[in-house]
């Protein structure tokens, strides 16, 4: 999930997601056959459980799933992916990390650098943004009017979550990394059905942007996003509410 907590940033990014379902496979399934190198089994795989679990969620098909798997595990012939990660400023000095599974880190550093660049924005060393990031487990619940508040925050708190914002649409859950994939598999049982449910980074701070930057700024975001290496995109703009994205 791109950026930080807010709903409409949230939501402006599922809209995207859900009209690039071809490409969200392709990403996804580099991740699976990354995780799938320290075994197959997602019992014994937490990694690998966990991105299956995201696959399922945006509706992958479960022989697309299966075939990733195999190529990670090296049952079937698959090409090497590289992680690697970017750091840089956007448009009105906006701090953003690019996440990237790669076979050519060449072409991959080359096009976000380009991306960065035609933005007005520049891409740094690692590290120059990064301070200001926590990296945390997100969940997100659609709020609907039969939940009671009160109740649903102690359920969160019970399954070891560590933050609870209830917004006028949806529930926001922060966990650490470590309690996760327990805190998510805990809600699940519990019945409620999940927006998404990611290790995301959350910036410490925000930087507020008026609408010509926030134009600008989605546009670097959604360039990078276009491209099959890269994975997510962080940022800690903070868009106008009347911003749609």
């Not at 076979?103 to 933005?119: E, I, L, P």
């Not at 933050?163 to 649409?169: G, S």
């Not at 600008?216 to 994975?231: G, P």
Request: proline residues 2%; contains cysteine.
């Amino acid at each position: 999930m791109s950026g930080h907590s807010k709903w409409h940033n949230i939501q402006a990014k599922k809209g995207k997601i859900d009209a690039k379902r071809g490409k969200i496979f392709t990403k996804i399934g580099k991740l699976i056959a990354i995780a799938a190198k320290d075994g197959s089994n997602i019992e014994t795989n937490s990694k690998l459980r966990e991105v299956v679990a995201k696959a399922k969620a945006n509706n992958m098909p479960q022989d697309t799933i299966t075939r990733a798997i195999k190529k990670g595990a090296g049952e079937l012939e698959g090409v090497n992916y590289e992680e690697v990660s970017y750091e840089g400023y956007g448009p009105s000095g906006v701090a953003v990390i690019v996440k990237a599974l790669t076979d050519n880190k060449n072409r991959t550093a080359g096009n976000v650098r380009t991306a960065f660049t035609r933005s007005g924005g520049n891409l740094g060393a690692n590290g120059c943004v990064g301070w200001m990031f926590q990296t945390k487990g997100q969940i997100v619940i659609e709020r609907t009017e039969d939940m009671d508040e009160d109740e649903v925050m102690m359920q969160v708190l019970d399954a070891g979550a560590e933050d609870f914002d209830a917004q006028d649409e949806v529930f926001e859950i922060t966990t650490t990394v470590e309690d996760f994939i327990s805190v998510r598999d805990a809600l699940e049982k519990d019945g409620f059905k999940f927006v998404s449910a990611d290790i995301t980074m959350i910036p410490d701070n925000v930087t507020a942007v008026d609408m010509e930057a926030a134009e600008k700024v989605q546009r670097l975001i959604d360039k990078l996003e276009d491209d099959d290496d890269v994975q997510d995109v962080y940022h800690n703009a903070e868009f106008p509410e009347e911003f749609e994205g």
